[in-house]
């Protein structure tokens, strides 16, 4: 009994010292030492939650601090070890740490480079993959979470790459998420499906209505009591990005426009 019970303490003081790690920031430095000394040195009798909690626990780390290769390198060791035994929960949970790890190593290159697509295809395949063995399973959490950060991906391609295409296909994936979740989305969630569908919209090229979403957002995130800055800063943003690319639209239709006009004239 007493070795059993020595057991749960260690994994309840693994749980605490994680918890300290992801949400007490100022702590980071010490509490990864910690932690990376004692996965780097656990007793082999430790069971497969603590082998797998800690590096996933890591990934979200080293993933909030930037260092994105450790972060992957992290959730690689969480998914290889939670695909060998634990239930299925613990297995799709690893799988989306692995894809948002993943899609985080596209910051790692410009965008439009081979490299930066190259990952966020890695992201989005292994996503497409776990997404449907969720609804298999009837994890709707889970299912509604990856649905989120794939309709994010296309978003992206969308924004960035001007893909009318990925825009057709977040739009699919982030009402896939809304219709499934239900009552499960949260507030935090109904902030990123403005971001997506704004996405969606400069994908397309229908800048107004991008536009005026984000304006409506601030105005109604305004009128909200007690409402963080951040948050009102953030919509900011927002609107500064969506107006830039309103008006060098505006302005590459122009030049297009006399580009046409001269080689009419010369025609």
Partial sequence: MDEVGGEVLKQLVFVEAISVALFQAPEYGRTLRALEDYYAHMPPEMGPFCQGIIPLSLGVIYGKLGDHVKALTYAEIAFETYNRSLSYDFKSLAALHLA????????LHLPGMPEELQWMNSAYSLLETWVDKDRQAGNTKAEVTKCFLMAEIEGYRAQYHLD????????????????????????????????????????????EEALALALSTIQSQKDMPNNPG??????????????????????????????????????
């Fill in 230 to 267: 951040i948050q009102i800063t953030f919509s900011m943003m927002r609107i500064a990005t969506t107006l830039h690319l309103y008006v060098m639209s505006h302005y590459q239709d122009g030049a297009n426009r006399s580009l046409n006009e001269k080689k009419e004239d010369v025609e």
């Fill in 100 to 107: 948002q790890a993943r899609n985080q190593c596209r910051s």
């Fill in 164 to 207: 009318k295409d990925a825009a057709i296909r977040a739009t699919k994936w982030l009402q896939r998420g809304q219709q499934i979740g239900g009552t499960t989305v949260t507030p935090m969630w109904g902030a990123l499906t403005v971001d997506l569908q704004i996405r969606i919209y400069i994908g397309e090229r229908r800048y």
